[in-house]
């Protein structure tokens, strides 16, 4: 992946937003992650991180963050209604945090296995906050690398979905439609079922960009 595409797409949202009258409240794009920085972490979490993943945090940021918000006055078309912000990020120290919290879910709120709900709770790594108590996660039942799926605390409508089928996919693909929120009612738009994954370069995505004026 070139990363320093990924880094122009960052700074054509934040102009963008920027010139709509939008508000963009954080930037961040920390140095990369050590190998020993990884390694420490996956002790402390007693998992190896998904392949993809350990790839972006060594190459491009081991901790990143991006916070925009579309103007209060600004009248979306109506297949984009629910998206007003784009709330991306990831960060190594974050993680053990991160995964606390999952637990606690599962042995609060989720603790059956056999349950069709509960059980996409469990066998995950928790990876992203959306803020509201969902998050995004990986799927660790893959060997090497890891899907990435949506754990929500309270029936969202994306509740299990696979949201892409890596990291490096994941990232590509949510940059293309902004970085829209992580909440699930905001980025259900850009998929087709709860297999499909986000496609940044399909139909509903360029649509977003069109309207938008965003070009990436």
């Given at each position: 992946m070139d990363f320093e595409l990924i880094r122009n797409r960052i700074d054509a949202i934040a102009s963008r937003i920027k010139a709509i009258g939008g508000e963009v409240q954080e930037v961040i794009i920390d140095e990369p992650?050590?190998?020993?920085?990884?390694?420490?972490?996956?002790?402390?979490?007693?998992?190896?991180?998904?392949?993809?993943?350990?790839?972006?945090?060594?190459?491009?940021?081991?901790?990143f963050s991006l916070r925009w918000f579309l103007?209060?006055?600004?009248?979306?078309?109506?297949?984009?209604?629910?998206?007003?912000?784009?709330?991306?990020?990831?960060g190594l120290e974050l993680l053990p945090q991160f995964e606390e919290d999952r637990i606690g879910w599962i042995e609060n709120v989720f603790p059956n296995p056999e349950d069709d709900y509960d059980v996409v709770w469990h066998n995950k790594l928790a990876f992203c906050e959306v803020g509201n108590g969902d998050y995004l996660a990986f799927d660790m039942n893959n060997d090497d690398d890891a899907s990435i799926v949506y754990?929500?605390?309270?029936?969202?409508?994306?509740?299990?979905?696979?949201?892409?089928?890596?990291?490096?996919?994941?990232?590509?693909?949510?940059?293309?439609?902004?970085?829209?929120?992580?909440?699930?009612?905001?980025?259900?738009?850009?998929?087709?079922?709860?297999?499909?994954?986000?496609?940044?370069?399909?139909?509903?995505?360029?649509?977003?960009?069109?309207?938008?004026e965003l070009d990436i």
């Open positions: 992650a050590s190998l020993e920085q990884i390694i420490k972490v996956e002790e402390q979490l007693g998992v190896k991180l998904p392949a993809s993943f350990k790839k972006v945090l060594i190459e491009f940021s081991g901790n103007p209060d006055n600004m009248e979306q078309p109506n297949e984009f209604r629910e998206i007003f912000c784009g709330t991306p990020h990831w754990l929500s605390h309270d029936d969202g409508a994306g509740h299990g979905y696979k949201i892409s089928n890596n990291f490096l996919e994941f990232i590509d693909d949510w940059s293309r439609i902004a970085f829209v929120g992580c909440e699930d009612w905001q980025w259900l738009p850009f998929t087709t079922n709860p297999e499909s994954g986000i496609a940044g370069n399909g139909e509903a995505a360029k649509r977003f960009r069109d309207w938008l």
